[in-house]
């Protein structure tokens, strides 16, 4: 388990690229060959379509002129294949394998999702 500390670092290594010189006691931009990169992510199989729409009905006022909004939303059933282009790293005295941060961001994508609305269930996941 990670203190907030370490947290951080990993944090700043994996998100900004940056890395923490123990020896300035300063996080420095790593090498582009040593930085996790995100790819695309594509649309690899849609059963039901790839877009529909869906709206949300704002209330000025709660008894008078709602006003729906349409907007755009990717439908149920559509898979997607993520890219990452991850490194190992050391944070502190833990070392992470590129294996366990692909293990997080498939975490990540599954309990927090991606995008706006997530908690109302847009930008869920499974994997």
Not at 30 to 33: D, L, M, T
């Given at each position: 388990e990670l203190d907030n500390s370490?947290?951080?670092n990993l944090e700043k290594d994996i998100f900004e690229g940056l890395g923490y010189n123990e020896k300035t006691k300063k996080y420095e931009p790593?090498?582009?060959?040593q930085r996790d990169i995100f790819?695309?992510?594509y649309v690899c199989e849609a059963e039901k379509g790839l877009l529909g729409s869906d709206s949300i009905t704002p209330h000025p006022h709660p008894l008078k002129n709602p006003i729906?909004?349409?907007f755009l939303k990717i439908l149920?059933?559509?898979y997607f294949h993520f890219q990452?282009?991850?490194k190992d790293c050391q944070v502190g005295e833990v070392i992470f394998k590129s294996e366990h941060k692909i293990e997080l961001f498939k975490f990540l994508l599954?309990?927090?999702g991606i995008g706006a609305k997530t908690r109302v269930g847009?930008?869920?996941f499974e994997i």
């Open positions: 370490q947290l951080t790593k090498n582009i060959y790819l695309d992510a729906p909004i349409t149920p059933k559509v990452f282009d991850v599954q309990q927090h847009y930008g869920q």
